[in-house]
C-alpha cells in the first residue's frame, strides 16, 4: 500500500528526500516558505505549496496530521524547525523525522515528541572519515552513539576459513549478518559457511568492536 509523506523544507537534504520517495512511487507533499524552491519541486512531488509551518492553522489546512510520515527538513532557522515539530506532534501526526543542526538541537525535538531525530551531515562526515581510513571498509552506516553495521571486504587472512573457524561473535563480540559474493547474497549465514576471499561482510556491532577487529585482522 502506497503511503504519503510530507517533506517540510525543500534545501539540499528535504529536496534530496523529496525525489527519492517521489522515485519510489510514493504520495509525497513538499512544503517551502520559498515559493521559487516550491515551483521547483511542484514538478516533481505530488503536491508542492508555498506554506509557514510555524502557522498551526496552516498545518491544519494541509490536512497534516492525515499523512503517514512527515520529515522536518528546515535548514538554519532552529526555531521554525522545533515549532513545527511541536505542532505536528500536538496535531497527532503518526510519525515525524527531523533533522538537527546539532547535539542541543536533537535533545529540544526529542523531548517534544519527535519519533526520529537524523543528522546528515555529522553522519556523512563520520561515514566519509570511516571509510577513509579502513581500505578495507566499502560502507559504514551508524546505528546509534555505540553500535554500527560495516561491510568489510574479507581480505586472505579470513578466507579458506569458515565463520566458526574466526571466532568472530566469541573473539570480538561481532555478528555476520550477511555476505555478499559476487550477485549473490547469504543472509544470516551458518557457522560452517565458509568466508571467500573478496567476500563482503555485512557485520554489525559495537564501534569499539568494529575497530578492534579491523585492527586485528584486517590490517
Known sequence: ???????????????????TLTDEGMEVLAIDVNEERVNEFSMIASHAVVGDTTDEAVLKSLGIRNFDHVIVAIGDDIQSSILTTLILKELGVACVTAKAQNDYHEKVLRKIGADHVVHPERDMGKRIAHNMTSSNVVDYLELSDEHSIVEIVANRKLGGHTIMDMDIRKKYGLNIVAIKRE?????????????HTNDVLIVIGTDNDIDRFEKKVME
Not at 503511503?3 to 528526500?17: C, D, M, P, T, W
Open 183 to 195: 550477485e549473490d547474497i547469504i543472509v544470516s549465514p551458518l557457522a560452517t559457511e565458509l568466508i
Open 1 to 19: 500500500m502506497k503511503k504519503s509523506f510530507a517533506v517540510i523544507g525543500l534545501g539540499r537534504f528535504g529536496g534530496s528526500i523529496c525525489r
